[in-house]
């Protein structure tokens, strides 16, 4: 870690995105569109507002068109260049900064969310990184409104308390199968030392109806703990099992994270998280409303 920054940021992108068939069986669910942003150029913004310069994409041998989006495309800027298009040639060039490079971790088999935290650790090696699940968009406002994203928060909060952080938010009690649950002990407004981590409970055994969402930062310590984890639910590695282990050696946080959290991962969240954009749109904002509220009627 340099001055504060999260240099690396891990994406796990390797899923099949079943839950958006027949559309994922060529588009990665991570570059479905929300307006004109695939959600992963969300989560890279995030990632590089955090100080990422390096972004680890763990994915499977089918899935290239994450790095066909984050590479150069000569013709399509050339053409641009040539044509005055100097808005839509900004845009296109401006995916990713310059100072920030891409690395692509294959993940031979589909072993938990876990397992493709572990195959990202050649790149990590022993310093603290970030996990992002880019189909959690958090939004905190639009970009240059100069409210930190929820990863740059939990960064803060880990270099402060020398802590791992685990971005929750408060879930309906009959949700919490769907979740890793925590039970926790505030220390501030916002943040919580975790005491416990449950994968998926029943709703009638959960310790609280706090969830683990799609943020983690973790210490390079965390591979060790993975590495040494059984297969849980399904047969797969969980990395809350890991976190579960880390407890007794680091503390681990819960952060209440400041923005609003999408589930894009289901398409009811992926119409509410374009809609919400839409409204947060300038050019398109009015139509939008007017269009709402018409519907509505």
Not at 117 to 127: F, S
Not at 131 to 143: E, H, M, Q, R, S
Not at 147 to 171: C, F, H, I, S, T
Not at 257 to 276: I, P, S
């Amino acid at each position: 870690m340099s001055n504060g920054r999260l240099r690396k940021v891990v994406f796990p992108v390797a899923g099949l995105g079943t839950r958006f068939l027949p559309a994922t069986k060529v588009v990665a669910k991570e570059m479905l569109p929300v307006l004109d942003r695939p959600l992963i150029q969300y989560a890279v913004d995030e990632a590089v507002d955090a100080g990422a310069d390096t972004l680890i994409f763990v994915t499977n041998r089918y899935k290239h068109a994450i790095a066909d989006y984050f590479d150069k495309a000569y013709e399509l800027e050339s053409k641009l260049a040539r044509s005055g298009k100097d808005e839509l040639l900004a845009l296109v060039q401006g995916t990713l900064p310059k100072h920030v490079r891409c690395v692509f971790v294959t993940q031979p088999e589909a072993l938990g969310l876990g397992h493709a935290v572990l195959c990202a650790r050649p790149v990590v090696g022993d310093e603290p990184f970030g996990v992002v699940l880019a189909d959690d968009l958090i939004w905190n406002g639009n970009p240059g409104s100069g409210r930190p994203g929820a990863l740059r928060q939990m960064n803060e909060v880990a270099m402060r308390e020398d802590a791992g952080v685990l971005a929750v938010e408060e879930v309906p009690q009959a949700d919490t199968g769907k979740y890793g649950i925590v039970d926790a002990e505030p220390i501030s407004e916002r943040a919580a030392r975790i005491r416990l981590v449950v994968e998926k409970p029943k709703p009638e055994v959960a310790p609280s109806n706090l969830a683990i969402v799609g943020r983690y930062v973790l210490p390079g310590s965390i591979f060790g703990l993975l590495e040494k984890t059984r297969p849980g639910a399904g047969g797969e590695i969980q990395l809350t099992d890991a976190i579960e282990d880390l407890l007794h050696e680091k503390p681990v946080l819960a952060y209440r994270f400041e923005g609003t959290r999408f589930d894009c991962g289901n398409k009811l969240g992926l119409v509410k998280a374009t809609v919400h954009m839409a409204l947060n749109d300038p050019q398109i904002a009015a139509e939008t409303r007017r269009h709402l509220l018409g519907a509505a009627q």
